[in-house]
Structures are given as C-alpha cells and as structure tokens.
C-alpha cells in the first residue's frame, strides 16, 4: 500500500505499542474533521445540535451494535 499513494498519506499511528487491541477492554471513539470542521451539528448551550449529516452519521453509528453483536460494544455517556 505505500507504493500507491508514495507514502502522502502515512502518519505515525497512534496506537499503543505494547497494547493488544483485542483484548476485552472499553476504547474512547473520536470523530474528527479536516481542520477541525464543525460538519456534524453545532454545539449550542453545551448541547449537539446534529445537522442532516450529523444525523446519518448517528444513525450508522447506531446500527454498529446490531451489525456487530459478537464485538460486546456498549454505550458509555461521559456526564
């Protein structure tokens, strides 16, 4: 794969060395944009205000715990 895009792409990975990602372990997804776009929605009064695309993408990311029930995924809100 580095041949095809000559190495224009490649970032340092920021995963953990030592760490073995397929272990039973509770992992912290983090979108982010180009420039730190606000695409998704607004925040307005510390509440998401999710536009059209904001909405297709929280829909999708529901579906991932039924596509997926063998992963053990859950829902964890930070208050």
Do not use: H
């Not at 997804?29 to 776009?37: D, G, L, N, P």
């Amino acid at each position: 794969m580095p041949d095809k895009f000559k190495n224009k792409y490649r970032i340092e990975s920021a995963r953990l060395q030592n760490w073995d990602y397929r272990s039973k372990a509770k992992y912290f997804v983090t979108i982010c944009t180009k420039t730190r776009e606000c695409f998704f929605g607004k925040i307005r009064n510390g509440e998401m205000l999710l536009n059209d695309v904001g909405k297709i993408v929280e829909s999708e990311w529901v579906k991932t715990f039924e596509l997926r029930p063998d992963m053990n995924l859950c829902v964890s809100t930070i208050l």
